[in-house]
């Protein structure tokens, strides 16, 4: 009982937003978590997916307003001691004539 | 329940429009391409109430096309987020006269959300009809230009209706 209380209080509470979305994602995750499987797991909450078309569209986690570029390091490792962490699930917009 | 509750109308004040024109014609007159984001909360009624001007670091203006990094997106939604207001249309100039029409980087490297508008403001934000713009709903997974029956019973133009407006600089991340 004492352990799993113990891990508990190790997750990290992740919210993550999506700008047009009207809920946050929200899950627990073990500070060993690789940030990939956050940014995979939102993407699915979101119903969004990478494509590779003429260019790679991509979808990133944005933390305090940097985009997230390595997605194989650990959750704690970028949020240190913390136990919640939010993030902004982001895109790049392009539009143009060509 | 989807964090993307499907939209039958849009409740547009003409203020929006106005805003939109005055944000992307300086752009338009050096020649380049330049776009802004509306917001508002996603509703079956969905009322445009913020026009969001990204400027700065990771605004890419060009006579091709208008980009905006990562950084700028999660700049805008830093600023969205406290006032509970989602993107709802990505309104940008094309520079040519014609009749305004998609292209493949606008259906490609766009938005990509069901019921998410795509507004195409023709002569570098010179036309100030929004009839006249090209209007475009992602439908089913792809861009389609709404007719113009569907334009009139789903777009509602209205003379009331405050609107915010915010020119944020991605660099500092608040409004400039």
Redesign the interface.
């Known amino acids: 009982m004492a352990q799993v209380e113990a891990k508990k209080q190790q997750e990290v509470k992740v919210t993550a937003d999506y700008l047009p979305a009207t809920e946050d994602f929200k899950k627990k995750y073990p500070p060993e978590t690789v940030l990939e499987t956050i940014r995979s797991d939102a993407k699915s909450f979101f119903h969004v997916q990478d494509r590779q078309e003429r260019d790679t569209y991509f979808y990133y986690l944005a933390y305090k307003g940097e985009r997230v570029e390595s997605t194989n390091v650990a959750l704690g490792e970028l949020v240190e001691h913390a136990h919640a962490a939010h993030f902004s699930l982001v895109e790049q917009i392009t539009a143009g004539v060509v | ?5 499907p939209i039958e109308r849009w409740r547009l004040p003409e203020v929006a429009c106005e805003l939109t024109l005055n944000a992307v014609m300086p752009a338009g007159r050096r020649g380049c ?1 330049s ?1 802004v984001l509306w917001l508002g ?2 509703d079956a009624l969905s009322v445009i109430t913020a026009v969001v001007h990204p400027i700065g670091e990771g605004v890419e203006e ?1 006579s ?8 700028a ?6 600023w ?2 406290p006032r509970r207001l ?3 249309a ?1 309104a ?1 100039i ?3 006269a014609g009749r305004a029409r998609m ?4 259906r ?6 069901t019921d ?1 508008l ?1 507004i195409i403001v023709p002569r570098g934000g010179l036309e100030s009809d929004p009839s006249a713009w090209g209007w475009f709903v992602f439908d089913e997974g792809d861009y389609r230009e709404l007719e113009e029956l569907e334009q009139v019973r789903r777009i509602e133009l209205t003379s009331t209706g405050e609107v915010e407006f915010a020119r944020i600089d991605t660099g500092t ?1 608040e409004p400039a």
């Open positions: 329940m989807l964090p993307f509750p391409e776009g909360q996603r060009t091709c096309f208008w980009s905006i990094s990562p950084e997106y999660a700049a805008v939604s830093a969205a987020r989602t993107l709802l990505v940008h094309h520079l040519g292209s493949e980087t606008d490609k490297q766009g938005l990509k959300v998410a795509s991340q």
